[in-house]
Nanobody, 125 residues
Framework: QVQLVESGGGLVQAGGSLRLSCAAS????????MGWFRQAPGKEREFAAA????????YYADSVKGRFTISRDNAKNTVYLQMNSLKFEDTAVYYC??????????????????WGQGTQVTVSS
């Protein structure tokens, strides 16, 4: 069984920064692509960023490109999301997830089979 625990969310003013962490256990973490998704109130969950198992490839939604950076430390079984220049519209619950080994796409929810409980990010305008 895989367990993912997110942390680092909170309340921040627009223009500020936050760093989210996701600690994984129960699986060979280093073998899997990891993703961050987010869900704003009343909206569907959407892709934010993903990183390949090696950390050599990063993928971003257009809405966060240039402001967010995903990274991972396989020795610590942890993936991070550094969020800079935060905007009001970044307010959401942020989830980390493990992509299936057989997955093809990095930005599709159905490609991920384990999810964390989420951490709230609130950006005040």
């Amino acid at each position: 069984q895989v367990q993912l625990v997110e942390s680092g969310g909170g309340l921040v003013q627009a223009g500020g920064s936050l760093r989210l962490s996701c600690a994984a256990s129960g699986r060979t973490f280093s073998a899997y692509t990891m993703g961050w998704f987010r869900q704003a109130p009343g909206k569907e969950r959407e892709f934010a960023a993903a990183i390949s198992w090696s950390g050599h490839r990063e993928y971003y939604a257009d809405s966060v490109k240039g402001r967010f950076t995903i990274s991972r430390d396989n020795a610590k079984n942890t993936v991070y999301l550094q969020m800079n220049s935060l905007k009001f519209e970044d307010t959401a619950v942020y989830y980390c997830a493990v992509r299936k080994l057989s997955g093809t796409y990095y930005d599709r929810i159905y490609e991920y089979d384990y999810w964390g409980q989420g951490t709230q990010v609130t950006v005040s305008s």
